[in-house]
């Protein structure tokens, strides 16, 4: 953590284009945090029906012109700025989230590292299956039905309840079994890689378009995709650097001293694997940025009550000499996600050139 | 090396049958099947007058036609009863039924292993036979960018890695990095807004491609005579895939600089381009063609977003209008031709690495 700030620091010292990167991005959050405070004429979804395709710089109202409804260009721009930047934050917060925590796992236990004795297993197995039961497919019957929330409570509580019962009540009666009380190695790294397999084997922006297809669009939704095939690119890249990290003296050295395995991680792993995940997540928002306005753009994206840059620039199709429609919405998102990547490409270099030393 | 290949499809196949699976059971098992909405909308429509008798029954058979009314998967939950879920606690038991072979899963998947990928919902025609109309177009684009793209970069990286080049590096590279941050959609536009439209240059067509019928011509001509509208769009690919690729030849011709061989080349006093081009970059190609095999992916949602920009009716339209109007065969049949696609370059790329490198031996370990 402290090196990598010591990184930040010395780089905004000497890289004038990193500066300018971090000072642009810092003045884009400053304003789409205060933007509902902010006193703009129009609402972003406000139609002014007589002043339609209205071309920028030459209107004392809409600065930046209109789009095909009448909706001004500059508020719209700016509350794209913010859906996009609001979905993408919190989407690659917790995909890095979740990679990390899978990626570390699957590189310090590796595929014999962690023993689970095979009652536990067995129990971890219906566990799952019934939080998978009464979790997801009962609410999700209930609700395309159209039956009150509460008896989709009720089902949560359930299956929380039974696999309660099962991991906390069978388990040590289970494993009393001499069968049960055999230890196995569970493999926790093959079944990560072939997870992780498993989702990329088809291009990302396919199963985007085709799971986006099957439902009608919501944030929800896209953020829940979005996550789903996020997670790997950190998640092989944690495990990577934790296979490199556990070979390290250090970890030999708390493991001799007694720490457990816990400690070993959380306070000797982890920090040291923090700034790749950091360019990770820098880089992984802007790709998050482009993916979604060009899912927006197509029409699978944001549901289309959203202002986004996406809407913006697809009003483009109905009339194509209006070039404001892409120019403003357009520059904005590419200067975004060259500031992004401007400062993942410092960091990356600056931690490379460490790593060499 | 055969037997390695062999080990490797028995490793791939699954994965992808699971994927293939997941996304097609994903596609049924959401509310609201193809149709539904037109169909049986309450009060007049635009799509029927009838009562609201006859709409139900010509709902009923375009289900039958297309097997929609057949359970999903061999084993599935019984759909939960209104009345009783309200009053008890019942509907919390699970109440599994077993379909046998008649469900939809059944029938697609042994109509896969024929090699039928079912009928379009929404023209009833073999989706095969739609998927290779669009394929045609879809495939010059592909290979003409691919190639534009895999010369432009070696030349760029050959022309940026000797070491006079200091400040031609500095300018194509940060050149690459600002053409990185531009989503494909984006370059697209842009392009169009300034070569195809009549307030600024028009130099090519915009819209239009298909419109020859390409049955009248042999395939060359009918190249010839499309190749205006595919101009746009193979820049706008090499375009995306430059930066990427020029980045992993930069980097990969940079390592093998620092190899012995090369300062014995040098030493020898070979000029400096020969060096580069004789010595370097052959092995300096070697990690490039994994790179090459990672480029379909990007290819196709590249293509996806090319032509819709540009009309152009190939695959990647085809799948944009096919989620639009749920026509769910067709959205899976892209899903598995792409995924053998992007399954079968990698076995290329692994067959070429160890022709290209005699060191890699697959059968050792």
């Known amino acids: ?357 | 090396m055969l037997r390695y290949l062999f080990r490797r499809l028995l490793y791939t196949i699954p994965t992808l049958w699971v994927m293939v699976t997941l996304i097609f059971l994903l596609s049924r098992v959401l509310p609201g099947t193809f149709g539904q909405e037109q169909i049986s909308q309450a009060g007049e429509g635009f799509y029927s007058k009838g009562s609201q008798q006859q709409r139900n029954a010509a709902h009923e058979q375009l289900l039958a036609r297309t097997n929609q009314h057949l359970p999903l998967f061999y084993v599935t939950f019984a759909p939960l009863a209104t009345s009783q879920a309200t009053s008890n606690y019942s509907y919390l038991l699970p109440d599994l039924t077993w379909n046998g072979t008649k469900n939809q899963y059944h029938i697609w998947a042994a109509a896969l292993f024929t090699g039928s990928l079912g009928e379009s919902f929404a023209s009833s025609r073999p989706v095969l036979e739609i998927l290779w109309e669009a394929a045609g177009n879809t495939i010059w684009l592909l290979l003409i960018s691919m190639a534009l793209t895999i010369v432009l970069a070696l030349l760029i990286s050959v022309s940026i890695v000797q070491d006079r080049a200091v400040k031609r590096r500095r300018v194509l590279l940060s050149f690459l990095i600002l053409l990185d941050s531009f989503p494909v959609f984006l370059t697209g536009l842009l392009l169009l807004l300034l070569l195809a439209n009549p307030d600024a240059l028009q130099l090519f067509p915009v819209f239009g491609l298909g419109y020859h019928h390409a049955g009248e011509q042999s395939g060359f001509m009918s190249f010839i005579v499309n190749l205006p509208h595919l101009v746009l769009p193979i820049i706008c690919l090499v375009l995306a895939e430059l930066p990427y690729l020029t980045n992993h030849l930069y980097t990969s011709l940079k390592g093998t600089l620092q190899a012995d061989y090369i300062r014995t080349a040098r030493a020898k006093g070979l000029p400096q381009n020969q060096v580069i081009v004789k010595h370097a970059l052959r092995n300096a190609l070697l990690p490039v063609i994994t790179v090459l095999s990672d480029m379909l992916p990007a290819l196709v949602a590249g293509t996806v977003v090319i032509e819709t920009i540009f009309a152009i009716p190939g695959v990647g339209r085809l799948l944009v209008t096919s989620v639009l109007a749920r026509d769910f065969p067709v959205i899976v049949g892209i899903v598995v031709i792409i995924a053998i696609a992007k399954m079968l370059s990698h076995i290329v790329a692994d067959i070429l690495y160890a022709l290209a490198d005699p060191r890699i031996r697959h059968n050792q370990k």
């Open chain 1, 1 to 357: 953590m402290k090196a990598l700030l010591q990184d930040i620091a010395h780089l905004w010292q000497t890289k004038w284009s990193f500066r300018l990167a971090l000072l642009y991005l810092a003045g884009l959050g400053i304003t789409i945090a205060l933007l509902p405070f902010i006193p703009l004429p129009f609402t972003p979804d406000q139609l002014d029906l007589e002043n339609v395709f209205l071309a920028p710089f030459n209107n004392k109202y809409h600065v930046l012109g209109t789009d095909q409804l009448g909706r001004d260009v500059l508020v719209n721009t700016l509350y794209g700025a913010r859906n996009g930047l609001l979905l993408a934050l919190p989407v690659m917060a917790i995909a890095s989230l979740v990679g990390v925590s899978v990626g570390v796992l699957a590189g310090y236990f590796g595929n014999n590292k962690q023993y689970l004795k095979r009652g536990s297993l067995l129990v971890l197995l219906c566990c799952l299956s019934l939080l998978l039961y009464y979790n997801i497919i009962v609410p999700l019957q209930l609700f395309s039905n159209g039956l009150p929330s509460k008896l989709s409570y009720t089902s949560m509580l359930v299956g929380v309840g039974l696999s309660g019962i099962a991991w906390f009540g069978i388990k040590p009666v289970i494993t009393r079994f001499s069968f049960c009380s055999r230890q196995v190695a569970f493999p926790l790294d093959s079944l990560t890689l072939r997870t992780i397999e498993l989702i990329s084997s088809l291009p990302r922006l396919l199963i985007l378009i085709s799971v986006a297809a099957f439902m009608p669009p919501s944030v929800m939704l896209l953020s829940v995709i979005f996550i789903c095939t996020y997670w790997t690119g950190t998640a092989r890249l944690a495990r990577a650097e934790m296979l490199r990290i556990a070979q390290l003296p250090f970890i030999e050295a708390a493991t001799t001293v007694g720490m457990t395995h816990r400690q070993i991680i959380f306070k000797e792993a982890v920090p040291n694997l923090l700034s790749p995940v950091v360019v990770a997540f820098v880089f992984g928002v802007g790709s998050l940025l482009a993916i979604e306005s060009t899912l927006s753009f197509l029409g699978i994206g944001l549901p289309a009550d959203l202002p986004s840059w996406g809407r913006t620039i697809a009003g483009i199709r109905s009339n194509l000499g209006a070039w404001w429609l892409v120019a403003f919405p357009g520059g904005f998102l590419a200067l975004t996600v060259l500031a992004l990547q401007v400062c993942s490409y410092h960091l990356v270099h600056i931690t490379q050139g460490r790593a060499r030393q």
